[in-house]
């Protein structure tokens, strides 16, 4: 399934932070308000339906609010959420172990740090969404889309691991 992925707008406190889904930073309201006028005229250039479905957190389901104000269908879904970083979420990344770090690299695809989600688990969870064609999501979920329909059999290394789409910017996977 075909879909429109707009990586969420740039949420306060988050440089220098590991950010996954137990962090639920806000946005500036601006920020939200205007990516939802984005996607307002992207559907209207393509006669798109008026339902966006984004993650629950903050980040991304406060542009699909103002959607909603502007008489649009506003779906959440936990499977559109970031990966689950598990204790390491919200912590700063110097204050993660670099043990913990090296750990990560060395087994990319299946190490999971504790309590949390590895990233076979968020490519799979990625990769069998569908729900609607509008999303507003975030730039692990859209890495482990794009990955698991380039890559099928192949699960990623470190150094192949793409660097982020930028905040609100727009992917058709």
């Given amino acids: 399934m075909q879909v429109t992925v707009w990586r969420h707008p740039r949420p306060e406190g988050a440089k220098g932070l590991c950010v996954g889904a137990r962090c639920d930073l806000p946005v500036e309201r601006r920020r939200a308000k205007r990516l939802a006028r984005r996607i307002q005229a992207h559907a ?21 609010r103002w959607l909603k104000r502007w008489g649009w269908r506003h779906r ?4 559109l959420a970031e990966i689950d970083f598990g204790a390491w979420d919200g912590r700063p990344w110097t204050e993660i172990p670099k043990h913990e770090i090296d750990d990560w690299v060395a ?14 688990a968020l490519l799979k969870r990625a990769s069998t969404w569908s729900g609607g064609a509008l999303i507003v999501s975030h730039g692990g979920w859209m890495l482990a889309r794009r990955w698991a329909r380039e890559h099928p059999d192949r699960p990623p290394q470190a150094d192949q691991w793409p660097r982020p789409p930028d905040y609100s910017e727009r992917w058709e996977l």
């Fill in 44 to 64: 209207r250039r393509h006669h798109l339906p008026h339902e966006v479905w984004t993650s629950p957190m903050r980040r991304c389901a406060d542009v699909g």
């Fill in 76 to 79: 959440i879904d936990a499977a």
């Fill in 107 to 120: 087994d990319f695809a299946r190490f999971a740090p504790e309590g949390g989600e590895s990233l076979t």
